[in-house]
């Protein structure tokens, strides 16, 4: 028996296609000699028996080895039953009935969770198996899954990038789209990083490996969408524990219903009919299909916009967040220190200025020193006895003048003299525009004496005002946590609206302050993409990781990733999540309607076992839809 079942589900979609069409051929040919009474002009035999073969007949096997093997009661046992009820008052068209719709929702079911995964297979396609390694001004065709970190690689107009890399000659228009649903091509420089599964669409190129394929941004997104198990989700358990009860409810009401009838007629046949048309439209195909297909189609939703979520129960919570908390570095601003002004404070001009302290920090791996050496287009003086001063920064010799580059202080005074440094409160800092507080400052001295300073900042990104406003239309609070400066942070948190900000947190303290809020009645949504905030998106109500090229360890923390780091996402997330929750309680609830109203119609009468089967399965199919259509939401906004 069990044999049977596991070839019948094994099969190929078409196949079973194939036997819901002859089945329903069969249905419309039996219901059509049905009303003009000539079944018995074909050797007595009704076509709805086709239909109970190729569509009932692997129902009522599922239940009985459910039973009997797992001890489990189904929606299959009810479904069964009036199956067989149906056999047994001869109404055959019923019987098949209630499988082939049973097998319509079943197949619509697959569908939309196959359209979900539909993204997830192009990318599996997209997945380059091959990579130009270049060596020694040679190319050389090796297999992508050989490259290793620091290999150069060539990649030609029209090729996919095999591997994560940056580039590192070359200029062109990466396209993204299926990775992140962009349809505009995005420019590329050199110094720019570049996601494998991105197609490069202008010139060659030469990209310096920065992640192996199997740790690279497609493999990663194939991976955690492969992971998605929306079975995960408390709403789906909860419905799967209804529906079991709902079976027991349903042969009580059955059982009672018949009896009444049957004694108060005095008619056994009339009481038994209308007990198996109560389990036909009692079945609660519908109620069990409303969660996992609304579930499957959102997370396929989520997907086509480079949002991987990796449970049903991760999209339940990041649906019921209140508060979303965000990193800094990386999440709110690019990640990537920049030059942003140049100050002199003697007779220096910006270039030579510029010019010595990169300088000195050429053999420097600290952010600040890699943006003056970005921002210094005029070559390097040659140095000697370079020192790294602990906490202060570095010192080095040009043409025997001895010069240090380090941080500069707030609140020192006099600026340009060989004492301490400036402060900016002193006149020659009292037109610094309030966008240049937040910046750290980076000064050049000789021989002690302060020659000009450096304003260094992360730059926020464009559109993070932009998101921090949805999120608040969504009544969502928003918060930031850093651990940059109380300056830098203010000064980040008004420029984009944020609710509230807390600076100079350790990873610690992000985690006290989710685990607070959280004790208070909130459900806290983390954002982050650092080794330091895996703590807190393991804390968090929610994680939400933002993935690019970012830290693995935030990416197995998280409950969802955003893999192309656009804020656009965010708020895109939160309604995705919730529009989906809104279609499961939709769903829920129609399928509840639909089945009190058939039973109430079946007890007094109205419905017959073949309309019954109609009405209430019926309801599947348009469950089902109602999922369906959650493939082709979009965002308004």
Not at 19 to 24: A, C, D, L, N, Q
Not at 501 to 530: L, T, W
Request: charged share 20%; with cysteine; glycine share 8%.
């Amino acid at each position: 028996m069990s044999n049977i079942l596991e070839w019948y589900e094994k099969q190929s979609d078409s196949l079973r296609l194939i036997f819901v069409i002859i089945s329903g051929v069969a249905l419309a040919t039996s219901l059509t000699f049905s009303w003009t009474g000539n079944v018995d002009k074909i050797a007595g035999f009704d076509p709805a028996w086709i239909a109970i073969v190729l569509c009932g007949v692997p129902i009522v096997l599922g239940a009985i080895v459910g039973v009997v093997k797992d001890h489990d009661i189904t929606a299959d046992v009810l479904v069964a039953l009036a199956l067989i009820g149906s056999l047994i008052l001869k109404e055959f068209f019923a019987a098949g009935e209630v499988a082939f719709i049973m097998q319509i929702g079943s197949i619509l079911e697959d569908f939309t969770s196959d359209r979900a995964k539909k993204g997830i297979s192009k990318l599996i396609k997209l997945s380059p198996k091959k990579a130009n390694l270049f060596v020694d001004g040679q190319i050389k065709i090796i297999e992508a899954d050989q490259v290793k970190l620091g290999d150069i690689l060539q990649v030609r107009a029209g090729e996919s990038i095999p591997v994560d890399g940056k580039i590192i000659e070359g200029s062109t228009s990466i396209d993204q789209s299926a990775m992140t649903g962009e349809s505009i091509p995005v420019e590329k420089n050199p110094g720019d990083l570049v996601m494998s599964g991105t197609i490069n669409q202008n010139g060659s190129i030469l990209i310096e490996a920065v992640k192996t394929a199997g740790d690279s941004s497609l493999q990663r997104m194939i991976k955690l969408a492969e992971a998605a198990d929306v079975q995960k989700a408390k709403i789906v358990r909860k419905a799967n524990v209804w529906a079991a009860w709902l079976v027991v409810v349903s042969l009580t009401t059955a059982i009672i219903a018949g009896t009444i009838i049957g004694n108060t007629y005095n008619d056994f046949w009339l009481g038994f009919t209308r007990a198996v048309t109560v389990l036909v439209v009692f079945c609660p195909c519908a109620f069990v299909l409303a969660t996992p297909t609304a579930i499957s189609a959102g997370i396929g939703n989520a997907s086509k916009h480079g949002l991987l979520i990796q449970s049903g129960e991760a999209l339940e919570r990041i649906a019921s967040s209140n508060i979303a908390v965000f990193d800094k570095t990386g999440t709110l601003t690019k990640g990537k220190p920049a030059v942003v002004k140049v100050q002199t404070l003697s007779d220096i001009s910006e270039d030579e200025l510029i010019k010595i302290a990169a300088s000195g920090e050429a053999l420097s791996n600290h952010p600040l020193a890699k943006a003056i050496m970005d921002y210094n287009k005029s070559g390097l003086y040659e140095i000697k006895n370079h020192k790294t001063l602990a906490g202060s920064g570095i010192e080095f010799e040009i043409d025997g003048k001895k010069y240090m580059v380090g941080k500069v202080q707030r609140d020192f005074k006099d600026a340009g003299k060989t004492s301490d440094a400036p402060s900016t409160n002193d006149a020659s800092f009292s037109n610094i525009s309030p966008d240049l507080e937040a910046s750290s400052l980076v000064g050049l001295y000789c021989e002690s004496k302060l020659l000009g300073i450096i304003f260094i900042q992360d730059a926020l990104k464009e559109n993070a005002r932009k998101m921090v406003a949805q999120l608040k239309a969504l009544n969502i609070r928003t918060v930031m946590l850093t651990g940059d400066n109380e300056n830098s942070a203010r000064y980040v948190a008004a420029q984009i609206g944020l609710d509230d900000f807390k600076a100079s947190c350790s990873p610690e303290d992000k985690m006290n302050y989710i685990k607070n809020q959280e004790a208070r009645g909130h459900k806290v949504a983390m954002f982050g993409d650092g080794v330091n905030d895996s703590l807190a998106l393991r804390s968090a109500f929610a994680g939400i990781a933002m993935g690019g090229i970012g830290s693995d360890v935030a990416i197995e923390s998280a409950d969802a990733v955003i893999v192309h780091d656009n804020l656009d996402a965010v708020p895109y997330l939160f309604k995705i999540s919730r529009k989906t929750q809104g279609r499961i309680t939709f769903n829920l609830c129609l399928s509840m309607v639909i089945n009190f109203a058939a039973v109430a119609l079946a007890i007094s009468g109205i419905l017959n076992a073949v309309w019954g089967a109609l009405f209430h399965n019926c309801g599947s199919v348009l469950v089902v839809f109602s999922a369906f259509l959650l493939l082709f939401y979009k965002d308004r906004d």
